[in-house]
């Protein structure tokens, strides 16, 4: 089970930190994923974490903005958000892969076993 929280309302330019707690003795086996999906849109790729930490991946929309990190002695994954902007806003989920692609690719939303209720991001002009 996961549960993000950390969304809120902010002004363009801010950071917020959103994140991700997971349940089960097992988190550190799961590759995690952060997606988005504003209204009338589809829902799209954010940024991927990989098992230990060590390789993190970013939609081009969110790189040099957007890291991604966690902590498996907490069970736990964040995604820092600075100079955000507008278009930004969406409700953010954190997602959970057991996959093993056999590469870093996990853009992909039906590689997610788990995903988290969302949280809601508004960033405003």
């Known amino acids: 089970q996961l549960q993000a929280c950390g969304g809120g309302l902010v002004q363009a330019g801010g950071s917020l930190r959103l994140s991700c707690a997971a349940s089960?003795?097992?988190?550190?086996?799961?590759?995690m994923g952060w997606f988005r999906q504003a209204p009338g849109k589809e829902r799209e790729f954010v940024a991927s974490?990989?098992?230990?930490?060590?390789?993190?991946d970013y939609a081009d929309s969110v790189k040099g903005r957007f890291t991604s990190s966690r902590d498996n002695a907490k069970n736990m994954v964040y995604l820092q958000m600075n100079s955000l902007k507008p278009e930004d806003t969406a409700v953010y989920y954190c997602?959970?892969?057991?996959?093993?692609?056999?590469?870093?690719?996990?853009?992909?939303?039906?590689?997610?076993?788990?995903w988290g209720q969302g949280t809601q991001v508004t960033i405003s002009s």
């Open positions: 089960g003795r097992t988190f550190s086996s799961y590759y």
């Open positions: 974490i990989n098992w230990t930490g060590g390789r993190d």
């Open positions: 997602a959970a892969s057991s996959r093993y692609t056999g590469s870093f690719s996990y853009g992909g939303e039906a590689l997610y076993d788990y």
